[in-house]
């Protein structure tokens, strides 16, 4: 037989951040969990999704110095750092919104190297600051006529790994490739004309998918725009069937910093 525990409005943030209700098999998984003052009761899911992500990038990670070393010598692997801005949202499904959550612009920083993998191939890994969250404006889906305006704002430390193919004879490249995302931070504002610490209602990771363009230009500085969607379910605590992942479209300004030959001549900028 299955349980149902039922959770008051006043007892927890709405949708955007919390859920109503939670589905109960075995009475030993529920935990207390203590949020803005009060003890809720919670389901505990252990899922190794995340975790194998984790385990997954790590070994592509410490692999790149191998492929960097089987593969066609390079001559000069190439760092270089951007900057720019998230235009992010949300995909939602089996969600109680009688709205469309709106996106929401926040900042992007990124540390990333170029290593030549011979011909038009390279690896770009990267470690990446990304603001990413999303905006509600609309009828409270527990409060029946009133409009809320509120604001979910989430922080996260991405490591990517991303193939590139450069295209011959011009400065374009494409790259596709995926990323875990650590969260670092994520507030609720706006609920109740307050700032909520929401972390913990969401997992602590987010497997992505990345798919971009980026133009340089011959001093080094380049144009980028990129698409990444979320893989993971980012709900801690999900009824069967209802999930929110991340989204974005980011555009960058990208810097390569040039490094020399013995005889003083700068490698080109993809290293070779």
Not at 12 to 36: C, W
Not at 73 to 95: D, E
Not at 102 to 120: D, H, Y
Not at 136 to 165: A, C, R, W
């Amino acid at each position: 037989m299955v349980n149902h525990l039922h959770i008051s409005r006043r007892q927890v943030i709405p949708v955007y951040s919390m859920l109503t209700k939670l589905s109960i098999t075995n009475p030993s998984t529920l935990q207390p969990v203590k949020a803005f003052g009060l003890t809720k009761t919670c389901i505990n899911l252990h899922l190794p999704f995340d975790s194998i992500m984790k385990k997954v990038l790590l070994i592509l990670v410490f692999a790149i110095p191998v492929l960097f070393a089987r593969g066609q010598q390079p001559t000069g692997v190439v760092f270089g750092i951007s900057s720019g801005i998230n235009i992010a949202g949300i995909r939602t499904h089996n969600m109680k919104l009688p709205a469309e959550a709106e996106t929401l612009v926040g900042v992007k920083g990124v540390l990333f190297a170029q290593i030549p993998m011979g011909g038009q191939w390279s690896i770009q890994p990267e470690l990446s600051f990304d603001q990413l969250g999303w905006r509600y404006h609309g009828q409270d889906p527990y409060d029946s006529g009133i409009i809320t305006h509120v604001t979910t704002g989430m922080e996260y430390f991405f490591i990517n790994i991303l193939p590139k193919y450069s295209v011959p004879n011009s400065n374009f490249a494409f790259y596709v490739g995926s990323g875990y995302g650590f969260l670092l931070n994520a507030t609720l504002t706006g609920y109740n004309s307050q700032d909520h610490n929401v972390k913990s209602n969401y997992s602590n990771g987010d497997f992505v998918g990345i798919l971009g363009i980026e133009y340089y230009f011959p001093i080094g500085l380049g144009l980028s725009a990129r698409f990444l969607s979320g893989v993971s379910n980012i709900m801690k605590h999900p009824e069967p069937d209802q999930g929110i992942h991340n989204y974005s479209i980011s555009f960058t300004l990208c810097f390569k910093i040039q490094r020399r030959k013995p005889n003083g001549v700068a490698y080109p900028l993809d290293g070779r």
